[in-house]
């Protein structure tokens, strides 16, 4: 069985400060760990993933996650938040590439 | 750059009506997902779809789901009987063999 953790349903940043978003994850397999964002009104759009590579992983918009295995997470960073950010943001886990197990996303509000 | 269709975008039907959701998915892929957001929680999976047969389903997709790939492009997301507990916003995913799945735009349910 497979879940994962999204710790804080609201996250408040200005503009130009580190975007921090927490994702904690179990599964009774290795995982594959993936970052969506969902701007309103739209789909759901991949930012990164882990597969079992490199543990940083770069993802687009300047994102990226790193993989600790120690700690169970897969936290998503960003060092300088835009305006164009604000959108909500979900960790999913899956066993392989197919059934994604979603968290219960973080919605990222930016002031100006 | 290829992706996933959905229409309707948004669908108003009464109650215990049957309705159709439909979806083109990315040409060259071979697994076909729906999963569903009801408003204000995550998204969730219901069924995956590979080989013209369900792969593996949630115990939210029932006997009044049904799915079908009718032909080579379209795969089809079937409510026999709508429930008001049936709104949600709707979404298609496809991915190719060991790849992550690329979403569609979702379709907005709403049963009156």
């Known amino acids: 069985a497979q879940s994962v953790t999204q710790l804080g349903s609201h996250v408040s940043v200005s503009e130009g400060a580190l975007v921090l978003l927490r994702c904690n994850y179990s599964?009774?397999?290795?995982?594959?760990l993936f970052w969506y964002v969902q701007y309103p009104n739209q789909g759901l759009q991949l930012l990164l993933k882990?597969?079992?590579?490199?543990?940083l992983v770069k993802g687009i918009n300047g994102f990226e996650a790193e993989f600790k295995k120690s700690e169970t997470s897969f936290h998503l960073t960003k060092p300088s938040a835009h305006m164009s950010d604000a959108a909500e943001y979900f960790c999913?886990?899956?066993?392989?590439?197919?059934?994604?197990?979603f968290g219960t996303g973080t919605r990222l509000l930016v002031s100006p | 750059e290829p992706e996933v269709t959905q229409t309707p975008s948004h669908q108003v039907t009464q109650m215990g009506q049957e309705v159709i959701l439909r979806c083109v998915p990315i040409?060259?892929?071979?697994?076909f997902y729906w999963y569903r957001q009801i408003l204000g929680q995550k998204v969730e999976f219901l069924v995956s779809?590979?080989?013209?047969?369900?792969?593996?389903k949630s115990e939210i997709f029932d006997d009044q789901f049904s799915v079908e790939r009718p032909d080579g492009s379209n795969f089809t997301l079937k409510i026999r009987s709508t429930k008001l507990e049936d709104s949600a916003m709707y979404f298609c995913?496809?991915?190719?063999?060991?790849?992550?799945?690329?979403f569609g735009q979702g379709t907005r349910l709403t049963v009156v």
């Open positions: 040409s060259n892929h071979l697994y």
């Open positions: 999913a886990v899956s066993g392989s590439f197919q059934k994604l197990v």
């Open positions: 599964s009774s397999v290795p995982p594959y």
């Open positions: 882990y597969t079992s590579a490199a543990t």
């Open positions: 779809f590979y080989n013209n047969e369900i792969s593996e």
């Open positions: 995913a496809s991915s190719a063999v060991s790849t992550e799945a690329f």
